[in-house]
């Protein structure tokens, strides 16, 4: 059965972190490697998108104690935890989905999304890729660390999948429900390009999961 995305992780959010670090591959080294790749300035102004219970965030704060984030999930559990962690740092945590809450223009250094964005396709990510791409400052940056389709055909098996599992359900296309439907590097790639990135670049994989860098 297709959960409600926001319902499938507040369902499972004991035992979620230690899922995250335990179960998926590298995933001890990427979230490190994820923190370290964002600006390592103090008071840095950084946007993470699905920003859950900010394992990367709790990364970054070791890294940048007075970072200023600004968090955006669906999952009214998962930013309950987020705050409960970290009381005493600046966070702004927004209950929405990312598609619709506004980032305002020229507000942040840079823009995090850790494990959060394969649910989409590249024609849903392109506006709000470009939506993102507005929200940072002059030579601000977005870091995707996410884990990619390794062929065209696996990406159209998952959506494929997706599509009829709805349709099965009576659930309405636009509806989001948690399903996992990776794009390929590349096709994230011409989403971010299309979207007017200046640059995408890999920074870094483990096995499927990729860590890209997109320069505005
Ligand atoms: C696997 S968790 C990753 C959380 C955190 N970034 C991490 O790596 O631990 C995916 C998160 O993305 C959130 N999410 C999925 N789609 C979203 C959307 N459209 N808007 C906001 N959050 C979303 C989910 O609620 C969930 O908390």
New binding site residues.
């Given amino acids: 059965m297709l959960e409600k ?2 319902e ?3 369902s499972r959010l004991s035992g ?2 230690e899922h ?1 670090l335990t179960c998926i591959d590298s995933a001890q080294v990427f ?1 490190p490697f994820t923190a370290n790749c964002l600006p390592q300035v103090p008071g840095t102004r950084l946007l ?9 965030l709790g990364y970054y704060f070791e890294m940048v104690p007075s970072a200023e984030i600004m968090g ?4 009214p559990g ?1 930013l309950n935890e987020l705050h409960s962690k970290f009381p005493d740092k600046i966070m702004t945590l927004v209950l ?4 619709d ?1 506004p980032f305002g223009e020229n507000a942040y250094d840079a823009a995090v ?5 394969h ?2 396709t590249k024609e849903e990510k392109i506006p709000l890729y470009g939506k993102l791409r507005k929200a940072l400052k002059q030579g601000g940056y977005f870091i995707l ?1 996410d884990y990619f389709a390794m062929s065209e055909e696996e990406e159209l098996f998952h959506r494929a999948e997706l599509h009829r599992l709805k349709k099965e359900q009576n659930i309405a296309d636009e509806a ?1 429900y ?1 399903y996992d439907t990776p794009l390929t590097v590349e096709h994230e790639k011409e989403a971010l390009i299309n979207a007017g990135f200046s640059s995408v670049t890999v920074l870094k994989s483990w096995g499927a999961t990729y860590v890209l860098k997109a320069v505005r």
């Fill in positions: 995305m926001g499938f992780f507040d979620y972190e995250q979230y993470d998108l699905g920003c859950g219970t900010g394992l990367e955006i999930d669906l999952a998962m929405g989905s990312y598609f809450v999304s850790v494990e959060s964005l649910h989409f660390t989001f948690h």
